[in-house]
C-alpha cells in the first residue's frame, strides 16, 4: 500500500531499454543479470546515490525534486513526452474516488467545423480516453458509424482494437492499434483514477491477445500526426494523414482530422467516399463505387 508500482515499472522498462555504451559507460566485465542499465549506473549518471535511485524505483520516494527527475530523464533520455509521464506518476493526484469524469460537451463552433469538413476531409472529436464526442459523415464512412452504437461503446481505440473490421481497415493495423495503447498508457498515468478509462483498460487485457505485450512495454505515445494505409471496403486503398489537434480552450478534447495529398489516388477515393456518403445521396454498392474509381483512373 502507498507504493508507486507504476513509477518503478516505468523505469525499469526505461533503463532496460538503454546499453552501457548508450550512455558512455563502459559494459565491464562478466555477464549482466539484467538488460539494459543497472540500477547503480542510472544514480551514477543522475549524480544521485544508488539507495535513493533504489527507493525512487520503489515508489518509496513521494517527494521528489524537479532537480532530481530532470537528472534522471536525462539519465535514461527520455523524450519530452515520456518527460512529462515521469512527473505525472512521479507526483500523482489525489485520489478523487475512482469517479469518472464528467462528460464533456464540444462546443457549437466545433460542431460547425466538423460540418465545413464533411465533404472534405473526416474529422472527429474525442477526449482523454478517446471516446468519440463528435464526428462527421465522412469520419463515420471512414471508421464507424460512431454515433449508432452505444454511448459506452462510442471510442476509437475500442473499435480499433476490439472491432474485427478495424484489423482489415488499417492496413498496418498493429502499429496503429499499439500507437492507441501507448495514448492510453500515457492518459493513465494522467488520469489514475478515471474509473472508465480503467475499465476500458481491463476490456482490452481480456480480449485482445496482444494486449498484455504492448501494455507491460509502458510505452507512452502523444497521438499529434502520422500517415495511415486504409483498405476501405466502398473506395479500396486510401493513405491519409492524420492530424491530431488540441483545443485550446476545451479542456482534454483533441480534434482529429484525416487529409489526403492533392493530386493523388489516395484524394480522389476520398472525394469518391465523400459523395458516396453524402446525406442526400443513396448508397451504391460496394463494386460498384471500386468500378467507378477504376473507370477514372482510366480517363
Known amino acids: 500500500m502507498g507504493q508507486n508500482v507504476e513509477l518503478g515499472e516505468f523505469l525499469q522498462s526505461r533503463r532496460a531499454r538503454l546499453r552501457p ?33 533504489a527507493r525512487l524505483e520503489q515508489g518509496r520516494n513521494r517527494h521528489v525534486s524537479d532537480s ?17 509521464h515521469l512527473r505525472k506518476l512521479a507526483r500523482p493526484p489525489v485520489s478523487g474516488g475512482g469517479r469518472p469524469s464528467s462528460v464533456a460537451r464540444v462546443r457549437p463552433e466545433v460542431h460547425h467545423m466538423l460540418d465545413v469538413l464533411n465533404d472534405v ?3 472527429l472529436v474525442v477526449n482523454h480516453r478517446r471516446d468519440v464526442l463528435a464526428s462527421n459523415h465522412l469520419a463515420r464512412a471512414l ?12 471510442n476509437i481505440a475500442r473499435f480499433t482494437l476490439l472491432d474485427p473490421a478495424a484489423r482489415t481497415l488499417y492496413r498496418d493495423w498493429e502499429a496503429v492499434a499499439e500507437g492507441f495503447v501507448g495514448a492510453l ?33 509502458h510505452q507512452v505515445r502523444q497521438c499529434s500526426h502520422a500517415d495511415e494505409r486504409f483498405l476501405h471496403p466502398v473506395v479500396g486503398e486510401m493513405t491519409l494523414h492524420h492530424e491530431a489537434l488540441t483545443l485550446p480552450v476545451d479542456a482534454g478534447q483533441t480534434f482529429c482530422i484525416y487529409t489526403a495529398q492533392t493530386g493523388t489516388a489516395s484524394q480522389q477515393a476520398l472525394r469518391l467516399l465523400a459523395s458516396w456518403t453524402a446525406p442526400d445521396h443513396a448508397p451504391a454498392s460496394p463494386h460498384t463505387a471500386v468500378d467507378e474509381r477504376e473507370r477514372d483512373r482510366r480517363t
Open 21 to 53: 555504451a548508450d550512455a558512455g559507460l563502459s559494459p565491464g566485465s562478466g555477464p549482466r543479470r539484467v538488460p539494459g542499465l543497472r540500477r547503480e549506473e542510472v544514480a551514477l549518471l543522475a549524480g544521485v546515490s544508488t539507495d535513493y535511485y
Open 68 to 84: 532530481v527527475l530532470n537528472a534522471v530523464a536525462r539519465a535514461l533520455r527520455l523524450d519530452p513526452v515520456e518527460q512529462g
Open 121 to 123: 476531409s473526416p474529422a
Open 143 to 154: 471508421l464507424a458509424d460512431f454515433d449508432a452504437l452505444p454511448s459506452r461503446e462510442r
Open 185 to 217: 498508457r500515457l492518459s493513465s498515468g494522467q488520469h489514475p483514477d478515471d474509473r472508465l478509462l480503467n475499465e476500458l483498460i481491463g476490456e482490452f487485457c481480456v480480449k485482445v491477445p496482444e494486449f498484455n505485450r504492448w501494455w507491460a512495454a
